[in-house]
């Protein structure tokens, strides 16, 4: 009796331990600044998004804060040795305003809310706890107002990092 338990036991860490190596952490970083004036402007991580993903299977991940929406899916797979991620990153922002869209049958005007929108479609070659550019802008811009002139640079570079994903311990 202690043997057969000992056995599934000893199965069941084996099965755990094996579904969970074959699990991923992919990490899609913005990393930069926004209408900076400073020289040289600071970077830092403006917004961050990630999933837990399994080789050759879809992964989709959706974070809603505030007024910004952002979205990660895709596809992360291995090819001719190589560890590949096929991606679609969209970040949607409220821009606080409404546009009429329609008119109903009763004569009350439909709104949607405008919506700035960034959106990356990529696939990559990505390796072990490294971070992989997958995308970016870089902006400068001058506003005059009167006879003041303010200059401003804007810069977003889009990291992709993949880990191994280790599961939280379990509390006791």
Same mark, same amino acid.
């Given at each position: 009796m202690k043997l057969t338990i000992l056995l599934i036991l000893s199965f069941?860490?084996?099965c755990v331990t094996a579904a969970a190596e074959d699990l991923y952490?992919? #990490?899609l970083?913005? =990393?930069g600044y926004d209408k900076s004036s400073e020289e040289p402007?600071? +970077?830092e991580v403006m917004q961050s998004i990630e999933v837990v993903a399994r080789l050759d299977e879809l992964f989709h991940s959706k974070v809603k804060t505030?007024? +910004?929406t952002q979205m990660l899916s895709g596809k992360f797979y291995a090819e001719e040795g190589e560890l590949k991620v096929r991606l679609h990153y969209r #970040?949607? =922002?409220n821009v606080g305003t409404v546009v009429p869209v329609a008119i109903d049958s009763e004569g009350t005007v439909i709104t949607e809310p405008v919506l700035d929108r960034s959106e990356i479609q990529t696939t990559v070659d990505l390796e072990v706890d490294q971070s992989t550019s997958v995308g970016g802008f870089e902006t400068d811009s001058i506003r005059t107002q009167g006879s003041t002139t303010t200059s401003s640079k804007s810069k977003v570079n889009y990291q992709l990092f993949l880990s191994r994903y280790e599961p939280p311990a379990e509390k006791r």
């Open positions: 069941f860490s084996t952490l992919l #990490r970083d913005a =990393v402007p600071q +970077e505030g007024p +910004e #970040r949607l =922002v």
